[in-house]
């Protein structure tokens, strides 16, 4: 089950007495709880309603005695159960001792007055498992959404907040954010403090505005050099050199993007779709299209000699045999030409 259908079997009145929850992106997965306790609680019984356990200091047998312990003056009660690893195949640290078996017992006769939700931090569950098989139906997974859907969503969120964005703007935003939804939605609220009610954000105000880390700095140097923006892509090298950010550093992200780049082709060759590869190499699916997008204007060999000349590269500024501002400064225009 998706979290979509969920929401809507929630909305029409069907609810699961167990819902497993895991993925990385816990913005949706919050969405989703929020909504669900939206749907279920009244906001005068939220305070005494709603229980919250860490399952890698609490067992699964006391979260259990709560959810059949009827709720305080409210008809129903919801369960927040976080780091429910048991189902995974992860080890247990041994800290805690889990009964699942008790939760396939609960599941025969669950009380009609209690909703569990299990949060998994992790990116799959192991379905080799009885208690994964027994809960499948009400299994939810939060993944990133793929480039398109992202899209979609920022629009969305900009009618909501009643602001639009001039062309190619939102997907300088993705680019710039890296697709997280946290992210995005910080930087979506900021946007529309400063545009205002029927403003328009365009590509210069997401360029002053937007928060940006080092590695998504070097992520857009990389694809303004392929796209042959040199100006713009010397300006976010000085302004990184500006920040104190060490030229080796630099380097090694440089590296680190283009054998992203050649992964994603190989894949791609291979037959994977782009949600795929993003799984295999443990990356956002966004951050999957541009490096696709970016081993278009390279063959396989080019990026095996890129990835070499940076190693040389690598070596040469750790040794002091170049210059270390100007040896990058010079291998970017290479890359260039």
């Not at 499948?136 to 969120?157: C, G, R, S, Y």
């Not at 380097?251 to 791609?268: D, G, M, N, P, T």
């Not at 956002?284 to 396989?300: D, F, L, R, S």
């Amino acid at each position: 089950m998706d979290y979509k259908s969920a929401a809507r079997e929630i909305g029409k009145g069907n609810v699961s007495p167990v819902y497993v929850c895991y993925g990385s992106e816990t913005y949706l997965l919050r969405e989703f709880t929020g909504y669900l306790i939206q749907k279920l609680i009244e906001p005068e019984y939220r305070e005494f309603a709603i229980s919250k356990y860490d399952l890698a200091e609490t067992s699964l047998d006391i979260v259990l005695e709560d959810a059949q312990t009827l709720p305080f003056m409210a008809p129903k009660k919801i369960i927040l159960a976080d780091n429910a690893q048991f189902f995974t195949g992860a080890k247990e640290s041994g800290k805690v001792e889990h009964h699942p078996e008790k939760l396939l017992e609960y599941m025969k006769a669950a009380a009609e007055f209690s909703v569990i939700v299990f949060i998994v931090n992790a990116d799959k569950l192991d379905e080799r498992k009885k208690i994964v098989k027994s809960l499948k139906d009400t299994t939810i997974p939060f993944v990133p959404m793929n480039a398109e859907e992202l899209l979609q969503w920022v629009k969305k969120q900009a009618v909501r907040q009643s602001f639009t964005f001039a062309e190619g703007a939102d997907d300088q935003l993705i680019l710039y954010t890296g697709g997280g939804l946290q992210a995005l939605s910080a930087e979506m609220e900021k946007l529309s403090l400063f545009v205002g009610e029927g403003g328009t954000v365009t590509g210069d105000i997401v360029d002053r505005l937007v928060t940006r880390s080092t590695e998504q700095n070097v992520f857009i140097l990389i694809d303004d050099i392929v796209r042959l923006r040199l100006n713009r892509a010397f300006s976010i090298l000085y302004d990184l050199l500006k920040q104190k950010e060490e030229p080796v550093k630099i380097v090694l992200l440089i590296a680190r993007q283009f054998r992203i780049v050649l992964q994603v082709k190989e894949l791609s060759k291979l037959g994977y779709s782009q949600q795929q590869m993003a799984g295999q190499i443990g990356l956002h699916p966004y951050a999957v299209k541009v490096a696709a997008e970016q081993g278009q204007k390279y063959t396989p060999d080019k990026l095996e000699t890129i990835l070499a000349e940076l190693a040389e590269l690598d070596y040469r500024l750790k040794t002091g045999k170049v210059d270390k501002v100007l040896g990058l400064e010079m291998f970017l225009m290479r890359l260039a030409s």
